[in-house]
């Protein structure tokens, strides 16, 4: 049974800075794309990053990108998104979760999820 943990949310000042981690478990993820996405109040779910398990090449949405690293830890099988420069509007429930798609950005595309982490940037 394929689990996603996320933990490492939390409240941060805007300009501040977060490291989420992703731990999975329960199958052989080396042919999975991971990603990290989120759902602020009131809109949909969107795509923060991606990154392809084996090879690690990476993809992240504009809005993140130069601000947000993820990365993964293949011994302990545990992906980050290292947050920086944090903006009020980053404020979302993200959620870790794998697939064996390729390349998506389509948050229906990934199979499993976890059950998400609260970030609350304040201004």
């Known amino acids: 049974q394929v689990q996603l943990v996320e933990a490492g949310g939390g409240l ?3 300009g501040g800075s977060l490291r ?3 731990s999975a478990s329960g199958r052989t993820f080396s042919s999975y794309t991971m ?7 009131g809109k949909e779910r969107e795509f923060v990053a991606r990154m392809r398990w084996l090879g690690g090449s990476t993809y ?5 990108k130069g601000r947000f690293t993820i990365s993964r830890d293949g011994a302990k ?3 980050y998104l290292q947050m920086n420069s ?3 509007e980053d404020t979302a429930v993200y959620y870790c979760a794998a697939g064996g798609v390729v390349r998506s950005v389509v948050p229906d ?3 499993y999820w976890g059950q998400g982490t609260q ?4 201004s």
């Open 12 to 14: 941060v000042q805007a």
């Open 20 to 22: 989420l981690s992703c």
């Open 35 to 41: 990603c990290w996405l989120r759902q602020a109040p």
């Open 60 to 64: 992240y949405a504009d809005s993140v």
């Open 77 to 79: 099988t545990t992906v």
């Open 86 to 88: 944090l903006k009020p």
């Open 109 to 111: 595309q990934y199979a």
């Open 119 to 122: 970030v609350t940037v304040s």
